[in-house]
């Protein structure tokens, strides 16, 4: 590989140094389908002489096999590397590279162009500072331009170039190039993209990528390789406030003991007083410690172990803040999602969020209406399909400091995470708190769960069952409560049906009303069990992460899932209600077992074959099974 600097020659150590301290910018290529992003991260890569020469060698035998260029070099050949893509001549994954001038580092995210992909898009943009969004100066601004160019204003990307590629096609016409620029930054303006660069190019000549064109003489701005060397992106990190979320707490010894992490905004130095936050607990800053030894000042970027003047509780997932000028802490947001799962968002549902280095469960209610990025109509909804983005209402389990995402990506932005196969579902961007989050406090009680207990002469808890319709799961609930009710138990028992008659009687059987469902049964048989009841549950419940999170909002302590155990074969042989006739009929829609699934409990505290085991004797073992559990004597 031929050296960018005659340094490597002459003094390898100064330019190793030169480049360890060069600034690194991250952008996008983004733009409809071939448009030549590809092709502009392979020539770039060419041009910066980071092409090896066994890769020039491949390059030169792949073009003549998969290349769209005739005899010339296909420089798309150098990022597009799954199969499929080279096949159909398109981008389908992201794909990272890596390059670097004289003057700064690159890393560049080549994205998909099509409109199936846009997650992948959402994925690249997600980390960038910069984004150059390609259009063939054949076909001028396409749909697709348009929603790109949304999707970067919506992830906070303030500078982008607007690159118009292949005027070697239409003979370097500036009025060409012209009219193209009049028409995005119109756009651009509706959407609130401010800087717009616009550079005339071609990616696969060559033209005005590092060297002036002289094909293009009424060009007098910067070739692209200029601008994305000059474009100033620092003070956006730093100019706001301290922001940094704890990763890890760094206790080596007993003599030491700091909070490591990446600082994701401002500037800090030893003695600023900071505030620990959702704690809002002070200290000051005493060192600034890193692998160089301690800073007078570290930045916006920079990963450091800071510590404080006094032993103060601060844990993982906690943000480090400057005291005058706090990021807020709240529960409830509106936020702008983009839905990137497979299935379609359930409101109500619970989720992973990962928030910063947070970890919390999260609940998109209703969406208040999703976005047609092509014509930016807003458009009614009850939920989000996949690449779909909608503004919603969305709660945690706790409260986290934040700040709008338009103040700071990194404390407004965060993912949404599939409980049970942990793949991301869902990124979203923070637009404010909702009022209610803070207008509304947990009010401290006197008489509490322990106190009722005594009273009751049992601790409460929450028997879950579940299982398919006619399993029998009303038949062992009835016959447990009454042998609890001769033991001097306070029970209540929560049927399916019958909450269907009052708290649940507005919803169906669709899979967002059974989350729904589910949601509000769990919350009464919270109450119910604060109160300090034995409370006894009877739905089918059909999906594990509604009853995973009944769980964690009763508390593993107070919960027991029951599983009634029953071969479907058998439960339709019973079917006390005749559903499962009409579900075969074609009368009934989404019944579980015929067409909506039944996700079987994987490790429940009981499980009842009522196959082998009748309803008393069934009662009798979760009776044995409450005493082992200290719940009754």
């Known amino acids: 590989m031929t050296s960018p600097s005659n340094l490597i020659a002459d003094d390898i150590e100064q330019y190793l140094a030169r480049h360890a301290n060069k600034s ?80 700064r580092k690159f890393v560049v995210a080549d994205t998909p162009g099509h409109e199936q992909y846009t997650r992948n898009m959402v994925t690249g943009a997600s980390t960038a500072d910069l984004a150059v969004i390609l259009i063939d100066a054949r076909k001028g601004v396409l749909t697709q331009t348009r929603r790109h ?31 193209i620029v009049e028409e995005y930054t119109g756009f651009a303006d509706e959407i609130g993209l401010g800087s717009v660069v616009a550079i005339p190019i071609s990616a696969y000549m060559g033209d005005n990528l590092t060297d002036r064109s002289p094909n293009t003489p009424w060009y007098q701005g910067p070739t692209l390789i200029e601008h994305l060397e000059t474009v100033e992106i620092s003070e956006e990190l730093t100019g706001g406030p301290f922001r940094m979320p704890v990763q890890w707490v760094n206790r080596p010894d007993l003599d030491f003991r700091g909070f490591s992490g990446q600082i994701v905004g401002g500037v800090v130095r030893p003695g600023d007083r900071v505030r620990v936050l959702p704690s809002g607990k002070e200290s000051t800053v005493a060192r600034i410690v890193t692998m160089d030894g301690d800073l007078d000042e570290a930045v916006a970027g920079q990963s450091v172990t800071i510590t404080l003047a006094d032993e103060i509780d601060v844990s993982r997932g906690d943000v480090l803040a400057v005291a005058d000028a706090l990021p807020g802490v709240a529960d409830q947001f509106e936020a702008h999602v983009v839905w990137m799962g497979e299935h379609e968002m359930l409101p109500e549902r619970p989720y992973l969020c990962q928030i910063g280095t947070m970890t919390v469960q999260a609940r998109i209610t209703k969406p208040k209406h999703k976005i047609n990025v092509n014509t930016l109509e807003h458009t009614a909804t009850n939920t989000l399909a996949l690449n779909e983005i909608g503004v919603c209402n969305i709660s945690f389990d706790r409260p986290v400091p934040f700040d709008a995402y338009t103040a700071n990506r990194d404390t407004g932005g965060f993912i949404l995470i599939d409980r049970l196969t942990n793949t991301t579902v869902g990124a979203g961007m923070i637009a404010h708190s909702l009022r209610r989050s803070d207008n509304i406090h947990w009010q401290a009680v006197d008489v509490n769960e322990q106190a009722r207990a005594t009273l009751k002469g049992h601790r409460p808890q929450v028997l879950w069952f579940t299982g398919l319709s006619g399993s029998g799961k009303s038949t062992i609930a009835n016959e447990l409560e009454r042998q609890l009710y001769a033991l001097g138990c306070h029970t209540y028992l929560l049927d399916g049906d019958n909450v269907r008659h009052g708290l649940n009687r507005d919803l169906g059987f669709t899979e967002a009303d059974r989350v729904e469902n589910i949601r509000r049964v769990t919350e009464v048989a919270r109450l119910m069990a604060d109160a300090g009841l034995i409370v006894i549950a009877s739905f089918i419940s059909p999906f594990r992460a509604e009853r995973d999170a009944a769980r964690e909002l009763v508390g593993t302590d107070r919960f027991c899932e029951v599983f009634v155990d029953t071969p479907i074969d058998v439960a339709e042989q019973r079917d006390p209600k005749g559903l499962y006739k009409k579900a075969r009929r074609g009368e009934l829609a989404n019944f579980t077992g015929v067409d909506s699934p039944y996700e079987a409990p994987e490790q429940p505290e009981l499980r009842i074959d009522t196959t082998t085991t009748a309803p008393d004797e069934a009662g009798r073992r979760i009776i044995e099974h409450l005493r082992e559990r200290g719940v009754i004597a």
Do not use: H, P, W
């Open 24 to 103: 690194m910018l991250r952008f996008i290529t983004c733009g409809s389908v071939d448009d030549g992003k590809s092709t502009l991260i392979g020539r770039l890569l060419y041009e910066s002489k980071l092409v090896f020469e066994d890769q020039l060698t491949a390059l030169e035998a792949d073009s003549r096999k998969s290349g769209t260029q005739g005899e010339g070099l296909d420089f798309a050949l150098l990022v597009d590397g799954l199969a499929a893509e080279r096949e159909q001549g398109i981008t389908i994954d992201v794909a990272y590279r890596y390059f670097s001038t004289e003057q």
């Open 149 to 179: 160019s949304y999707l970067v204003s919506l992830l906070g990307i303030r500078n982008v170039v607007l690159a118009v590629n292949k005027l070697d096609l239409v003979d370097y016409s500036q009025q060409v190039f012209d009219e």
